[in-house]
């Protein structure tokens, strides 16, 4: 088992940062990923980021967050972070961080095995 604790959120205006955390523990030697995503009232929950857990860091973002969402790890703390700069209105949701076991298809919200509980992010116009 993998457990993952978020945190980070909070309320912002729009153009201003914030930064999430998501620190894992137990069986972290098995994820070969971690991944966030969010979910908006109403809407279905949605790919972010995702970046590999160990070796090379690559990282793969949303359209809708490139140039201003950075997805950065730190494999001594265990924990996965995410930068997001220039936030606007629509990117107000629950945002989740999750562990995935498996390298592919790393957008896709049902292939990751651990989920974390979410932290809030409301950004005002």
């Known amino acids: 088992q993998v457990q993952l604790v978020e945190s980070g959120g909070g309320l912002v205006q729009a153009g201003g940062s914030l930064r999430l955390s998501c620190a894992a523990s137990?069986?972290?030697?098995?994820?070969?990923?971690m991944g966030w995503f969010r979910q908006a009232p109403g809407k279905e929950r949605e790919f972010v980021a995702a970046?590999?857990?160990?070796?090379?860091?690559?990282?793969y973002y949303a359209d809708s967050v490139k140039g201003r969402f950075t997805i950065s790890r730190d494999n001594a703390k265990n924990t996965v972070y995410l930068q997001m700069n220039s936030l606007k209105p629509e990117d107000t949701a629950v945002y989740y961080c999750?562990?995935?076991?498996?390298?592919?298809?790393?957008?896709?919200?049902?292939?990751?095995?651990?989920w974390g509980q979410g932290t809030h992010v409301t950004v005002s116009s």
């Open positions: 999750a562990a995935d076991s498996t390298p592919w298809n790393l957008a896709d919200k049902k292939k990751y095995d651990y």
């Open positions: 137990g069986r972290t030697f098995s994820i070969y990923a």
């Open positions: 970046i590999k857990w160990s070796g090379v860091p690559t990282a």
